[in-house]
C-alpha cells in the first residue's frame, strides 16, 4: 500500500463546499517537477474562506486548500533545485487551480520556489506567509512612491490581521510613524508593541466624507478597500501613496477622481499571487533585513491543521489576531 498523509481536501459536502480532514498519498499529487516534504503552512483570510465554505476559492474540485508552504525538496526533475534545498512557495493559485500547502507533502512547478533565506526557520517563514509577504511588498510600493519617514503619518487598516500586523511592524522598524487603523481597542497593546504610535477607530473610516478631506497621511497600507480606502484616499497628503492589497470590507471603490488629479495621490494595487520571481525574492530578502525577529514571535501563534476547520471560521469572521502558523503533521 503507498504511503498515506493527512490533507484539508476541499470538496462537496452537504450541497457546500468545505475544507475536510482526510488522508491522500503520493499517487494523488500533481505530477509537477519538484516534491516538497512541508513543514508549515499558515492561515490566511482566503484560507478561511476555503476551508470554512464562505467563499468558493477552488475552482476545480477535490482541492488541497493552503496558499502558502515552506518545507524541504524530497526530489526534482528541475535543474536549478535538489533534494534538501529549503523553499517557500506563496501564492501562483494554490488552492485555486493548484493543490496547495495543507498537506505533508506536495508537488509544485519549479518556477514557484523561492529558496528561503538562511535567516528564517521553516516557523518564521509561515509566520510570515502570504500576509507577511504581500506586506513588505507594500512597503516596497510606498518607497517607490516616495513615501520617507520624514514624509509624514502612514496609515495601515485593518492593523490587527495579518498584513496589517507586519507592516506596522516592519514601518516601524523603517523608522516610520505608524497609525493603527483597528475596531478592536484590545488590540491597541498588541499594536504598540509591534511599532504603532497611534490609532484611530476603523469606523470614522466607513463614513462617506467629502472628495478632498484634510491632508492627514503620507501613505497608507489598506486591506480593507470599500469605502474605507475611498475615505483615506481624501485624506492623502499632496503627493501620498496608497498602496492597496485586500477587500475585507468590499470590492468597490466609491471614490472621487479629485486626490489623484489636484493632490497627485497615487493608488498602486499590490498583487502577491503572480507577482515575478524577482519581485518575491526582493521582498523575502527585505523581510529577512528589515523584520524584527521578536516581533515576529510576538505576533505568531502556532495550531495543528486538524483545528483548521474551527480556525476558518474565525478568521473570516474577525477574531484572529496576527499570524497562526500550521503544523500540517498535526
Not at 44 to 65: E, F, H, Q, T, W
Not at 116 to 137: C, D, H, N, S, V
Not at 264 to 276: C, E, F, I, N, Y
Not at 302 to 316: D, G, R
Request: proline share 4%.
Amino acid at each position: 500500500m503507498s504511503e498515506t498523509f493527512n490533507a484539508i481536501v476541499a470538496e462537496e459536502v452537504d450541497g457546500k463546499v468545505r475544507g475536510v480532514l482526510k488522508r491522500i498519498g503520493l499517487d494523488d499529487l500533481p505530477d509537477d517537477d519538484v516534491l516538497v516534504a512541508v513543514a508549515c503552512s499558515t492561515l490566511n483570510y482566503k484560507d478561511g474562506l476555503a476551508v470554512s465554505g464562505r467563499g468558493r476559492i477552488a475552482r476545480k474540485l477535490p482541492m488541497v486548500c493552503g496558499i502558502d508552504l515552506a518545507g524541504t525538496i524530497l526530489a526534482s526533475r528541475a535543474a536549478a533545485w535538489k533534494p534538501g534545498d529549503r523553499v517557500v512557495v506563496n501564492g501562483f493559485g494554490l488552492s485555486e487551480t493548484h493543490w496547495g500547502g495543507y498537506a505533508e507533502k506536495q508537488r509544485v512547478k519549479a518556477e514557484w520556489l523561492v529558496r528561503l533565506p538562511e535567516a528564517f526557520t521553516f516557523q518564521q517563514a509561515m509566520a510570515i506567509g502570504t500576509a507577511g509577504y504581500t506586506a513588505m511588498l507594500c512597503v516596497l510600493a510606498l518607497e517607490e512612491g516616495g513615501v520617507t519617514p520624514k514624509s509624514g503619518d502612514v496609515l495601515v487598516t485593518g492593523a490587527a490581521g495579518g498584513v496589517g500586523s507586519v507592516a506596522v511592524a516592519l514601518l516601524a522598524k523603517l523608522g516610520y510613524r505608524v497609525v493603527a487603523s483597528t475596531g478592536r481597542p484590545e488590540t491597541h497593546d498588541y499594536l504598540k508593541s509591534l511599532g504603532a504610535a497611534d490609532f484611530i477607530d476603523r469606523a470614522s473610516l466607513t463614513e462617506k466624507g467629502g472628495p478632498l478631506q484634510k491632508e492627514r497621511w503620507a501613505g497608507a497600507i489598506d486591506s480593507v478597500a470599500g469605502q474605507t480606502l475611498a475615505t483615506l484616499v481624501s485624506q492623502m497628503a499632496y503627493g501620498g501613496t496608497v498602496a492597496a492589497c485586500g477587500l475585507a470590507g468590499g470590492n468597490d471603490l466609491p471614490a472621487s477622481v479629485f486626490p489623484f488629479i489636484l493632490r497627485g495621490v497615487r493608488l498602486q494595487g499590490v498583487d502577491s499571487v503572480m507577482a515575478p520571481l524577482a519581485r518575491r525574492q526582493l521582498a523575502w530578502q527585505r523581510l529577512a533585513r528589515d523584520l524584527d525577529p521578536a516581533k515576529l514571535a510576538a505576533m505568531t501563534s502556532v495550531e495543528p491543521m486538524s483545528k483548521l476547520p474551527e480556525l476558518s471560521h474565525k478568521i473570516v469572521q474577525g477574531q484572529v489576531r496576527g499570524r497562526i502558523v500550521i503544523d500540517v503533521s498535526a
